[in-house]
């Protein structure tokens, strides 16, 4: 190589950090991509857009949905973790079944929490509600006890294997020492309609199913919290029915690829935590049942290692396979 050329090699090695760091500094400077690993119009799409809207006016820039479903949540997932630019331009909307109940039953995902995906912070905490066919005799998780000790087989839908819906049902028969049939769906919708129905007994569905409580077509056991949800204040835990020590709290939260500059997402973090601050944000927000919850990147990460801790040990303690 000639000296021309040495010399413009070392220039462009010299030039390389600075423009990354300047890079860095101008973020955002196009639109931004937020995925969503479920269909349109769920909880976690409805979540996204109203969240994705208002940061977008913090950051200057737009930021478009982009809806991956399948797989409880991991082909989504999948995509931001492995396949997309650490450069704070691909998001992902994230839940337990994604980030820590699925890879909790799943050990061969293609791709691991902690290894590659960065937390940005907490969008919202919401119970799960445990609701029954109304002709179901158990009325509490003290109920249930007594109906499994008579022998008669307690059945559960949830959205599909490694859903918090699921490893809800499996943690509450873990807790009260009993036994109970998981029925997987694909989807909440169709475990609820079967609840309804009578074809299944139970199911986990999120808070929008408060309406059939309501109007009298399911029963209400609990909420999967540990305290009652300050949205739906008048609901009972499960715990306070008899399962001392249950939790079982779902959750959204915003993640990015791995490598993403600490820089950039901290900007992220600031425009998701005053997105999460607005007045009409946190009471649509409520009025869906969704607590919101802002953290710093690092609270949000430990509260990920725990929630994934928590569940593999749930699945290694009850010898839990894929199903």
């Known amino acids: 190589m000639n000296r021309i050329g040495s010399t413009l090699l070392l220039i462009s090695a010299l030039l390389l950090p600075s423009m990354a760091a300047q890079a860095e500094n101008d973020f955002p400077n196009r639109p931004i991509t937020l995925v ?9 799409d409805t979540v ?84 029954a066919n109304p002709k179901f005799p158990a009325r509490t998780a003290a109920d249930l006890i007594e109906l ?31 036994k109970m049939l998981h029925v997987p769906y694909k989807g909440t919708a169709p475990a609820v309609i079967d609840t309804i129905s009578g074809q299944i007994d139970l199911s986990f569905p999120d808070t929008s199913a408060i309406q059939h409580v309501r109007s009298g077509q399911l029963n209400i056991i609990g909420v999967t919290t540990a305290e009652r949800s300050r949205a739906l204040p008048d609901l009972p835990t499960i715990a306070e029915g008899g399962a001392s020590g249950y939790s079982a709290a779902s959750w959204y939260g915003l993640v990015a690829p791995k490598k993403t500059p600490a820089s950039t997402i901290n900007r992220l973090n600031e425009a998701l935590n005053h997105a999460l601050q607005q007045p009409e944000i946190q009471e649509t927000l409520l009025a869906n049942g969704m607590d919101p919850t802002p953290t710093t990147p690092e609270e949000f990460q430990q509260f990920l290692e725990e929630d994934l801790e928590r569940w593999t040990s749930l699945v290694q303690a009850i010898g839990l396979k894929a199903e």
């Open 148 to 178: 499994a000790k008579s022998g008669q087989v307690i059945t559960y839908g949830s959205g599909g294997v490694g859903t918090g819906q699921h490893l809800a049902g499996e943690l509450l028969a873990h807790t009260l020492g009993i």
């Open 36 to 44: 969503v690993a479920f269909p349109a119009g769920g909880g976690v």
């Open 48 to 131: 996204g857009r109203l969240i994705g809207k208002a940061m977008s006016e913090k950051l200057g820039q737009p930021i478009i949905i982009e809806n991956r479903p399948g797989a409880a949540g991991q082909l989504g997932t999948t995509h931001v973790a492995r396949r997309a630019k650490a450069d704070g331009y691909t998001l992902l909307l994230t839940s337990p079944g994604a980030a820590t109940g699925g890879p909790a039953i799943f050990p061969d995902l293609d791709y691991d929490t902690k290894r590659d995906l960065a937390a940005i912070g907490l969008v919202v905490t919401m119970p799960n509600l445990l609701v």
